[in-house]
C-alpha cells in the first residue's frame, strides 16, 4: 500500500446521497472536512435543488460535489448515485458509503490493503451511539456475525472490476447484495473481514420504524433467510397452542446464544455490548411479521415503496447476472 500526493491515500470515497431536510448537514460536513484530507471524495447528491445549492455552498473547496448523471437512470437512486461517482472516481480503489457511515484511519488504510488482493471489500458496520432501535438493529447483525457476514452500509470496490463488470443493476432495492452478487458472477473476489469496524451513526427512531417492512423485503432476495423469517410465526403459534413454553424458552435462548458468538467474533466483544445479543429474539420476532407484510406487499401491490415509486425486485441471483 503507498499513499499518494500530500499524504492522501489512493482511494476514491464515493458517497451517494439524497436529502429531504438538511440537519444533519453540519455534522456530515465535519466528517467530509477530516475525510478530504485523507482521500479523494466525491458526493454524488441528488437532493432537491435548493438542497443541493446549499449543500454547494457549505463543500465548496472541500470536495467534489456532483449531481447524479442524468444519463443513468434506474429506480433505486443510491445506485445511479453510486454508478455516477464511481465513473468519476481518480483511483483504482473506491469506497462507496452511505451518509451514516463514519470510517476512521485504520479502516481506510485496511481497505486499501485489501483492495490490493481482493476485487470487493465488505466491512463491518457498527452502530455509535446506541439508542434502543439501535440496540434492537444490533441484534441482526449479530446473528448475521454468526452466520457468516453482515450486510453493511459501505462497500469497497476496485474501480476497474466496476467498469469492466459494467456496474450493477439500479433497479433492485436490496443494492449493497447486488452489487457483491455482482462481482462474484464476473468472477470477482471477495473479503469479508469480520474484524474491520466501520462505525454508522444510527438513524432516528421514526426512520427506524419506517424502514421495517422495506428491509425485510430484502429477504425476498435470500430464500433460506425468507423461509426462516416466515417460519417464526407459524412456530410460534405452535408452540402456543401446545402449551409447551419450555421449547419456547429454549428457542429464545439458542437464538440468543447464536447471537453472542456473532458477538465474540473476531473481538466483536469490544465493540458489541453484552446486552445487544438479548436483542436478537425481538429482531427475529419483528422479522418474522414483518416479512410475511413484505410478501404481500410483493403479491398484492407489486413491490415496496422506495422514495415516490415501488421497486419489485430486492435482488437478482448470482446465476442471472451477465455483464451490462
Request: net charge positive; proline share 7%.
Amino acid at each position: 500500500m503507498t499513499e499518494g500526493v500530500a499524504g492522501l491515500l489512493p482511494i476514491a470515497y464515493v458517497l451517494p446521497l439524497r436529502w429531504s431536510t438538511d440537519a444533519d448537514l453540519a455534522e456530515l460536513t465535519g466528517y467530509l472536512r477530516w475525510l478530504a484530507g485523507r482521500v479523494e471524495v466525491t458526493v454524488v447528491d441528488g437532493s432537491a435543488p435548493e438542497l443541493f445549492a446549499r449543500h454547494a455552498v457549505a463543500w465548496r473547496g472541500l470536495v467534489r460535489h456532483v449531481p447524479p448523471d442524468p444519463a443513468t437512470r434506474g429506480l433505486n437512486g443510491k445506485v445511479t448515485g453510486v454508478l455516477t461517482g464511481v465513473r468519476a472516481a481518480g483511483h483504482e480503489h473506491v469506497v462507496i458509503a452511505d451518509d451514516d457511515v463514519r470510517y476512521d484511519d485504520d479502516a481506510l488504510r485496511a481497505v486499501d490493503h485489501l483492495l490490493g488482493r481482493v476485487d470487493l471489500v465488505r466491512p463491518q458496520n457498527y452502530f455509535a451511539p446506541l439508542p434502543w432501535h439501535a440496540w434492537w438493529d444490533t441484534g441482526r447483525t449479530l446473528l448475521n456475525r454468526a452466520l457468516g457476514a453482515d450486510y453493511p452500509g459501505t462497500l469497497a470496490v476496485r474501480r476497474s472490476t466496476f467498469l469492466d463488470m459494467g456496474g450493477y443493476d439500479p433497479d433492485v432495492l436490496f443494492e449493497n447484495l447486488e452489487l457483491i452478487r455482482t462481482v462474484r458472477a464476473h468472477g470477482g473476489t471477495e473479503a469479508a473481514p469480520a474484524w474491520l469496524y466501520v462505525r454508522r451513526l444510527p438513524p432516528d427512531a421514526a426512520h427506524f420504524r419506517g424502514q421495517r417492512v422495506r428491509q425485510a423485503y430484502d429477504d425476498l432476495a435470500l430464500p433460506a433467510r425468507l423461509l426462516t423469517a416466515l417460519a417464526v410465526l407459524p412456530a410460534l403459534a405452535a408452540v402456543v397452542a401446545a402449551r409447551r413454553p419450555g421449547l419456547l424458552i429454549g428457542a429464545v435462548a439458542g437464538t440468543v446464544a447464536l447471537a453472542e458468538l456473532g458477538r465474540r467474533r473476531a473481538g466483536g466483544g469490544a465493540i458489541f455490548p453484552p446486552s445487544t445479543a438479548l436483542a436478537a429474539p425481538l429482531w427475529l420476532l419483528e422479522r418474522g411479521v414483518c416479512g410475511w407484510l413484505a410478501v404481500g406487499q410483493r403479491l398484492l401491490l407489486g413491490g415496496v415503496r422506495y422514495g415516490e415509486t415501488r421497486i419489485r425486485r430486492a435482488a437478482h441471483p448470482t446465476s442471472a447476472l451477465h455483464p451490462r
